[in-house]
């Protein structure tokens, strides 16, 4: 009776089961699709706005720009100096810091996710963000020589790591953290930064300046220059590499502290690269493109939701999916109240909050949040 | 593979909590921790796994001294199926599994191939593809015993591997890490099972070891008492054995 009934179990449990076979062939082209949808996004972003620029005239700038020289024999020169200098000048260098921004953001997301092992943590939550902006708007309100020549960016990354640092000694215990000491001492961080950054902003009194940097604290990729570029695109593929490399180890303390020490992996040295890593990355981002919230929370979720737990599929599709949906978040924010922009955070909240919610409602993230 | 542990202390959050413990575990013997709740089996254990260092002795895995190991060979050579288990995200059990050859430098194909064999040994290898999370108890800790053979040492450590399992699951954990034949250190709560599948046994009392040595000669009435507070008796009662597998 027993062997019988056993072996009647044995085909439901294969018939749950997914071949990973089929999962791996669906997340090549996972990739291949959303890498398509980074290129039409930017595509459309170039041409849209205040002077439209036809999808074949972008195509041609862009082209004759890389590669002068290219286009006459090819495309008929279409376009007129000023569309070209807008495309050239403005556009394109804004839609390729939202990829980076929104590929950096959300992998830092990721990173923290697994690092905390908490569902709900993201640069914000841990009061890197904050920390950052900080940084940011001390230099902005008081001049670069009030700290002694920090650029904005230095700055910015000083904020987050001294955030990131505060947050640490706050959360551990002899040396061990524990997630729901984190999330409270990252949110608590995260209040006391704002207060200091809005202190300093009624002290200044100047509204049009107060003004910018209110804006800019909710986000904006308006800054976006050519030299803005390298050293966020330089810091993102060092860093995604690096991750990368280390996705076994970051999946064994996704699985628990534990369980990472007894397969081998140096806990605390990993813990500190991963701090290190995430607000350098976090300060690069806020220092060029201001505090975009709810990227490194919805993202993150959306790419597990697709390719599942592991971190060697997940910083992959997070990064791109990551690129694509802050593209596409500053396409609405330009053109839907235009000529005025709104902040990137207006909108990624629209999306965000309910995402946010419903991942409240889930059972796991309850779980997540009352474990200790 | 040897384990040995001379005069051991650990603390835990600065509290000591196991003092001057000895303990031996020898090539391909299946050695028990037994001892009230709070003894510190479970911190002993941590200290053997790295999560803790000891205060004071030496714990030594063929001859090294586990805390001066790098971690990635400390990892090769013991693996540990431990209580806490990973909830949260989405992995599905041949991503848990594949863990175990996280100490070592990454082949698609001979890591594809051990933790298929490992989940096969453990008699789960329809279900790779399914979600962790929505496995039933027993099921989770045979993949978690999977996990730790696709690490391929040759010293296990288990921290109470029946508990939350039904008796039938609760043996066949058992009798699958003896035929093993790798070196094991297991805490166990039911005395019972202890005394029938160790080849030795240790028990702990708030903090020390209290005795050791084979089942029959060290589970004594008076020492039961003496350490549990309870009343040994010798009753006739039921006994629960495995059917074998017919295939």
């Known amino acids: 009776m027993t062997s019988e009934t056993r072996q009647q179990a044995a085909p439901a449990e294969v018939a749950g089961a997914r071949p990973p076979v089929r999962r791996r062939g669906r997340f090549a082209g996972l990739v291949v699709a959303l890498s398509v949808a980074v290129v039409a996004s930017t595509w459309l972003a170039v041409s849209i706005g205040a002077i439209p620029v036809a999808l074949s005239d972008a195509w041609g700038i862009v082209a004759d720009r890389v590669v002068p020289g290219v286009v006459p024999g090819v495309v008929p020169r279409t376009w007129t100096p000023v569309q070209e200098q807008i495309v050239w000048e403005f556009r394109l260098p804004r839609a390729l810091l939202a990829l980076l921004v929104g590929a950096g953001l959300a992998v830092v997301g990721a990173v923290l996710q697994a690092l905390v092992r908490n569902p709900l943590a993201d640069p914000f939550l841990l009061g890197v963000s904050s920390g950052a902006s900080f940084g940011a708007v001390l230099v902005l309100i008081l001049g670069a020589s009030a700290l002694g020549g920090l650029s904005l960016s230095a700055a910015a990354f000083a904020g987050s790591l001294l955030a990131l640092v505060l947050v640490y000694v706050l959360a551990q215990r002899s040396g061990r953290i524990t997630p729901s000491r984190l999330v409270l001492a990252g949110v608590a961080l995260a209040y006391l930064f704002q207060a200091a950054y809005s202190f300093v902003l009624q002290l200044a009194q100047s509204g049009r300046a107060a003004q910018q940097v209110l804006f800019w604290l909710m986000g904006s990729l308006g800054g976006a220059r050519w030299d803005v570029l390298p050293l966020p695109a330089l810091v993102l593929v060092a860093g995604v590499a690096y991750l990368l490399l280390q996705y076994r180890p970051l999946n064994a303390l996704a699985a628990g502290e534990e369980t990472a020490i007894s397969l081998g992996v140096n806990v605390n040295r990993f813990r500190l690269s991963l701090f290190v890593l995430t607000s350098l990355l976090v300060g690069v981002m806020v220092a060029t493109s201001g505090a975009i919230a709810f990227v490194g929370l919805i993202v993150p979720h959306a790419a597990r939701l697709l390719v599942g737990a592991d971190h060697r599929r997940v910083l992959p599709v997070t990064a791109l999916l990551g690129a694509v949906f802050l593209q596409l978040v500053d396409i609405a924010a330009r053109t839907v109240n235009a000529p005025q922009e709104l902040a990137l955070s207006i909108v990624t909240a629209l999306f965000g909050v309910p995402f946010f919610l419903w991942l409240l409602r889930r059972r796991s993230a309850d779980r997540a949040v009352n474990v200790s | 593979m040897k384990l040995d542990l001379r005069n051991v202390s650990v603390a835990a959050d600065g509290t000591p909590i196991v003092h001057?413990?000895?303990?031996?575990?020898?090539d391909g013997e299946f050695v028990t921790l037994v001892g009230p709740n709070g003894?510190?089996?479970s911190t002993l254990l941590r200290a053997i796994y790295r999560a803790l260092r000891p205060t004071a002795g030496l714990i030594t895995v063929d001859g090294d001294d586990v805390h001066r190991l790098p971690a990635r060979?400390?990892?090769?050579?013991?693996?540990v199926v431990a209580q806490e288990t990973p909830a949260d995200l989405d992995?599905?059990?041949?991503?848990?599994?594949?863990?175990?050859?996280t100490p070592y430098r990454a082949d698609a194909r001979a890591d594809e191939e051990l933790c298929a064999r490992a989940l096969d040994r453990v008699g789960l290898s329809g279900a790779a593809g399914r979600i962790f999370a929505t496995l039933s108890g027993g099921e989770k800790q045979r993949v978690l015993l999977a996990r730790a053979l696709a690490q391929q040492t040759r010293l296990l450590l288990l921290d109470e591997p029946t508990s939350h399992l039904d008796i039938r699951h609760q043996l066949e954990i058992l009798h699958l890490v003896r035929e093993l034949g790798i070196a094991t250190l297991a805490v166990l709560h039911d005395l019972n099972q202890a005394t029938a599948f160790s080849d030795r046994l240790y028990v702990m009392s708030a903090g020390r070891i209290v005795a050791g040595g084979p089942p029959?000669?060290?589970?004594?009435?008076?020492?039961?008492?003496?350490?549990?507070?309870?009343?040994?008796?010798?009753?006739t009662q039921l006994v629960f054995e495995r059917l074998k597998e017919e295939q």
Do not use: N, W
Request: glycine share 6%; with cysteine; charged share 25%.
């Open chain 2, 20 to 26: 001057e413990a000895d303990l031996l575990v020898a």
């Open chain 2, 39 to 41: 003894c510190g089996k």
């Open chain 2, 73 to 79: 060979q400390a990892a090769q050579r013991t693996a």
């Open chain 2, 91 to 101: 992995f599905t059990v041949s991503e848990i599994v594949r863990m175990g050859r």
């Open chain 2, 216 to 235: 029959e000669q060290v589970l004594t009435p008076d020492l039961i008492s003496q350490v549990y507070g309870v009343r040994a008796v010798h009753r």
